[in-house]
């Protein structure tokens, strides 16, 4: 389990400060969650000593006495100097410290009294706090902001948002016909600007890629065989459209969980339901059948509760859930739902169809410690038991469609939130829930608790539109900031939860090739159809695999990062030097790490130095011949804007040493040019080489593999 709680501990530091009432959710639940529950929490058979704290009717039975701490169990124990008695026991790495110690005694004191857990209480759309601006999501940030002395940034100047709005929406960067004229730039003009991202066929692309993390899409079975799904990027291609035209977001869930047992399904409702063929799947010689099903099954139930619940169910496999409400029945009752699948490709089209067939019903058990030959008692598909029940299913026993449908009922506390903070996280740099996997008792608690609330119901209000809630984020305030350091919110916020500015994010591994071969004008702009393989270096390949693999013919390979075929087993290393998924689970949040191979990846690696070699020609053949021009056009192709003087004196002067490097290296520097060289004129041979160390240069420029 992974436990986030920098925020938590310094909203916790905040309140004992300024000695406000201690409340459950966001100063006891983490700590109890944390260092009690895995031994006094759900899981009935690894509790201690019959003592259970995530419940009060159980907790104040012996352990605690509300008001009376003195008087309490619970309290003796945590505060006791014998090593006998004190609680946690001194083998535990689970310590409480003096202050959390303290924050118990006086929740005790106050009554002890316990709340839901926050992502399990029906959603409720809080009012708008007062604002000046059009866009009520400023109301909340601007709230949050004013009991910490801090103000929101000014507005980002309107190259960098122009920048930031199109790789956000499009996953490219604008052309310099997007910039030619921002001279009266307004607001009106910013809405107009949204629009056309939404309306392009790349914000498709863009979004499908977020969704494809969490899909765990690749084009290959996995483990040693790992063989080829010719059909799986029809799925990929779904997702784009159904992206395109907005398709509600209930309906994008209800195709994708049981398109297939809609009536008279589509086409596409039959490939949508494809999202549960994504899985690894073992079909090597002398496997065992039964357990690569029963696994493959675990998959589903795993990942449509991360996906749609931000809930950690896969840890209630092989025992009741140490820390949320998940029982162990729970799991295989939730398991039940996909137990009563053929997984088949339909003849005709060889669409990936899960076809998550009732004459394949098979009775489902609760298999014991995660076993899958250890058969418990006997369950039916049913929802989780924390959760409301589900509504009207359309038979005694529900189905997937009665599943999916539940997810996004009204009802469903989790769906929508989980939903509108992983959009959130993706234009804002993190999830106003910095855990989107886990809205769990483990999990961080929000940073704007009534915020998330408000987006939830506005994005169900509004007909569960990712692109009226994406329109929504990007024209408010919060997100137009600038992402400038500033020193106060370094002192009060260092990790920027509140949001006083933007923040500031490297581009994601397929967003920094695409952009590259976009400014250089290399890029195939084909949308959908199969995959692609790029060129790869022999040494890719494990020592004994033979390879067949082969670079797709002509131009095929400068298409987006997105249609590169993902094979398990052999990933393309340019993207997962920058953290990639590897397609092996549900992937709600890609990290971003730093580390000296991205940057020789983007120094050396062949699309980055093709991407230089082709730019240099490009401005080789749109621009004067004058150095400082030429230099000019490039730095406006990579980085959308005017060079400074100092930075124009810097490339003037790099210019000026690598040409004469050229003219002293002779035949040896020109073969920085590459497959290029005989498309330059001999009179501009030493000029365009001169260029591509230039070009590579500034690709290599934080401000180019940032989003700023």
């Given at each position: 389990?992974?436990?986030?709680?920098?925020?938590?501990?310094?909203?916790?530091?905040?309140?004992?400060?300024?000695?406000?009432?201690?409340?459950?959710?966001?100063?006891?639940?983490?700590?109890?969650?944390?260092?009690?529950?895995?031994?006094?929490?759900?899981?009935?058979?690894?509790?201690?000593?019959?003592?259970?704290?995530?419940?009060?009717?159980?907790?104040?039975?012996?352990?605690?006495?509300?008001?009376?701490?003195?008087?309490?169990?619970?309290?003796?124990?945590?505060?006791?100097?014998?090593?006998?008695?004190?609680?946690?026991?001194?083998?535990?790495?689970?310590?409480?410290?003096?202050?959390?110690?303290?924050?118990?005694?006086?929740?005790?004191?106050?009554?002890?009294?316990?709340?839901?857990?926050?992502?399990?209480?029906?959603?409720?759309?809080?009012?708008?706090?007062?604002?000046?601006?059009?866009?009520?999501?400023?109301?909340?940030?601007?709230?949050?902001?004013?009991?910490?002395?801090?103000?929101?940034?000014?507005?980002?100047?309107?190259?960098?948002?122009?920048?930031?709005?199109?790789?956000?929406?499009?996953?490219?960067?604008?052309?310099?016909s997007d910039l030619s004229d921002l001279s009266d730039w307004s607001d009106e003009k910013y809405v107009a600007l949204v629009d056309r991202l939404l309306a392009s066929p790349n914000f498709g692309e863009r979004w499908a890629r977020h969704w494809l993390d969490m899909a765990r899409y690749a084009d290959s079975n996995g483990f040693l065989g790992d063989g080829l799904r010719p059909n799986a990027w029809r799925y990929r291609d779904w997702v784009i459209d159904a992206i395109n035209r907005d398709l509600p977001f209930d309906q994008f869930t209800i195709e994708q969980i049981a398109g297939d047992l809609l009536l008279n399904p589509t086409l596409a409702q039959l490939t949508a339901s494809g999202f549960h063929r994504n899985a690894a799947l073992n079909t090597e010689a002398g496997v065992d059948k039964e357990e690569a099903r029963f696994q493959n099954?675990?998959?589903?139930?795993?990942?449509?509760?991360?996906?749609?619940?931000?809930?950690?169910?896969?840890?209630?496999?092989?025992?009741?859930?140490?820390?949320?409400?998940?029982?162990?029945?729970?799991?295989?009752?939730?398991?039940?739902?996909?137990?009563?699948?053929?997984?088949?490709?339909?003849?005709?089209?060889?669409?990936?169809?899960?076809?998550?067939?009732?004459?394949?019903?098979?009775?489902?058990?609760?298999?014991?410690?995660?076993?899958?030959?250890?058969?418990?008692?006997?369950?039916?598909?049913?929802?989780?038991?924390?959760?409301?029940?589900?509504?009207?299913?359309?038979?005694?026993?529900?189905?997937?469609?009665?599943?999916?449908?539940?997810?996004?009922?009204?009802?469903?506390?989790?769906?929508?939130?989980v939903s509108v903070n992983h959009i959130w996280s993706k234009l804002l740099g993190i999830g106003l829930v910095s855990t989107p996997d886990d809205f769990g008792a483990t999990g961080e608690p929000p940073s704007h608790p009534e915020l998330l609330d408000w987006l939830a119901s506005e994005f169900m209000r509004q007909g569960w539109s990712r692109k009226q809630l994406i329109k929504l984020i990007v024209t408010s305030a919060t997100y137009k900031q600038s992402s400038a350091h500033r020193d106060d919110i370094v002192v009060v916020d260092p990790l920027n939860r509140l949001l006083a500015r933007q923040n500031r994010l490297r581009l994601d591994a397929e967003i920094l090739r695409d952009s590259a071969l976009a400014v250089s004008g290399l890029l195939k702009p084909t949308i959908g159809g199969p995959s692609f393989r790029p060129p790869l270096p022999e040494d890719v390949f494990d020592v004994g695999r033979s390879s067949n693999w082969k670079a797709s013919p002509g131009d095929e390979i400068y298409r987006r990062s997105l249609y590169i075929i993902t094979l398990r087993s052999v990933l393309y290393p340019t993207l997962t030097t920058f953290d990639a998924p590897d397609a092996a689970d549900a992937c709600v949040r890609r990290e971003r790490s730093n580390t000296p191979l991205q940057a020789l990846t983007?120094?050396?690696?062949?699309?980055?130095?093709?991407?230089?070699?082709?730019?240099?020609?490009?401005?080789?053949?749109?621009?004067?011949?004058?150095?400082?021009?030429?230099?000019?056009?490039?730095?406006?192709?990579?980085?959308?804007?005017?060079?400074?003087?100092?930075?124009?004196?810097?490339l003037l002067a790099f210019h000026a040493e690598q040409k004469t490097r050229v003219q002293n290296d002779g035949v040896e520097a020109l073969k920085a040019l590459g497959t290029h060289e005989k498309a330059v004129p001999p009179s501009e041979i030493v000029e365009a080489a001169t260029l591509v160390a230039s070009a590579r240069v500034l690709l290599n420029l934080d401000e180019f593999i940032n989003r700023q």
């Open positions: 389990m992974r436990l986030v709680i920098p925020f938590t501990l310094l909203a916790t530091l905040g309140v004992l400060a300024e000695e406000k009432r201690v409340e459950f959710n966001r100063d006891v639940r983490p700590i109890l969650a944390s260092k009690c529950y895995a031994c006094h929490g759900p899981d009935e058979d690894k509790r201690e000593a019959d003592l259970r704290l995530d419940v009060r009717a159980e907790a104040v039975k012996e352990a605690i006495k509300p008001g009376k701490p003195d008087d309490s169990e619970f309290w003796h124990r945590i505060s006791t100097t014998e090593a006998d008695d004190v609680m946690p026991p001194p083998s535990s790495p689970k310590q409480l410290t003096k202050a959390e110690r303290n924050l118990f005694r006086r929740w005790i004191a106050e009554g002890a009294e316990y709340q839901d857990h926050w992502s399990f209480v029906p959603i409720k759309r809080p009012s708008v706090p007062p604002t000046t601006s059009k866009n009520p999501i400023d109301g909340f940030i601007e709230e949050k902001l004013r009991p910490h002395g801090l103000k929101p940034a000014v507005e980002a100047d309107p190259i960098t948002l122009i920048r930031r709005v199109f790789l956000d929406l499009t996953g490219l960067p604008p052309t310099p099954l675990a998959d589903r139930v795993n990942t449509t509760g991360r996906v749609w619940m931000g809930l950690t169910v896969g840890c209630a496999q092989c025992h009741t859930h140490k820390y949320d409400p998940i029982t162990i029945r729970d799991y295989y009752s939730f398991y039940a739902f996909f137990n009563n699948t053929v997984d088949q490709d339909e003849p005709n089209t060889k669409t990936p169809a899960l076809a998550e067939v009732m004459n394949d019903r098979r009775q489902t058990y609760v298999h014991m410690a995660g076993d899958y030959t250890r058969r418990g008692p006997d369950v039916i598909p049913a929802s989780l038991s924390a959760l409301p029940p589900m509504t009207n299913p359309t038979q005694p026993e529900p189905s997937r469609l009665d599943l999916a449908k539940w997810l996004v009922s009204p009802q469903h506390p989790l769906t929508s939130r983007m120094m050396n690696d062949g699309v980055f130095v093709e991407a230089a070699q082709s730019l240099a020609l490009r401005v080789l053949r749109q621009s004067p011949a004058e150095a400082p021009k030429r230099l000019q056009k490039l730095f406006r192709l990579v980085l959308n804007r005017e060079p400074r003087s100092e930075e124009l004196s810097r």
